[in-house]
């Protein structure tokens, strides 16, 4: 009987668990349009800054019940009282100012809908409406930054919006597929590739 071929990942997923297998196979890279998964990410991503990926990937449902199901609309009118009560809550992480400022990206997030006719339009200008296509080899040539996501960074800076630091926003783009940074040799890469012939409009 012929052994079971191994899945060539990225070096960041080999070593992960079946929740990281899973989100790197299905998620990490795929272009998001919807506003609702773009603002889904912009949490997770603000939460994790100075902490690992696994430990947000972990406590996703958790954040997932907390806030409102990542409705922007309903996160924008979260009281003092309501964060209070998500700061006991130890299915996410419970920092006053990381959550207080996802309070504060909703109600902007909502402006900026309002303004470009939805956020992943906002978003998408950064890169021209089409996922940029990297081809690295190795781990260690994937950038931690880009002058796309320094770009986004300032604007949404500018407007007010928290923990949205270059690093953090290259990270978006990447889980948001703004920019397809799977390995060449990872068996994720060429599907995303294929998916970045679209424009967003």
């Known amino acids: 009987m012929p052994a079971k071929k191994e ?5 960041w997923a080999m070593g992960g668990n079946e929740l990281y297998h899973e989100y790197h196979d299905t998620e990490w890279g795929v272009p998001v349009y919807d ?4 603002f889904e990410f912009l949490t997770l991503e603000s ?6 990926w696994s430990t947000i990937l ?29 700061l006991t809550d ?30 992943a339009r906002y978003l ?3 890169v021209d409406g089409r996922p940029i296509q990297n081809r690295w080899d190795a781990h260690k040539q994937v950038p931690a930054t880009s002058p796309e996501s320094d770009a986004a960074s300032k604007d949404l800076k500018k407007r007010g919006f928290k923990f949205v ?23 994720r890469y060429q599907p995303c590739a294929k998916l970045a012939k679209k424009k967003f409009q």
């Open 7 to 11: 899945v060539v990942r990225c070096t």
């Open 35 to 38: 506003d609702r998964k773009q």
């Open 90 to 119: 130890p299915g996410i992480v419970r920092n006053r100012l990381k959550v207080k400022s996802a309070v504060t990206n909703a109600q902007l997030f909502l402006k900026v809908q309002e303004e470009f006719d939805g956020f």
């Open 58 to 86: 972990n406590k996703r449902e958790g954040y997932r019940r907390a806030f409102a199901d990542f409705d922007p609309v309903q996160v924008a009118r979260f009281t003092e009282k309501r964060i209070e009560k998500i």
């Open 165 to 187: 630091g270059s690093t953090i926003i290259y990270a978006h783009m990447q889980a948001t597929g703004l920019v397809n940074d799977h390995l060449t040799s990872c068996f």
């Open 124 to 126: 998408w200008q950064f």
């Open 47 to 52: 939460a994790q800054a100075g902490l690992s």
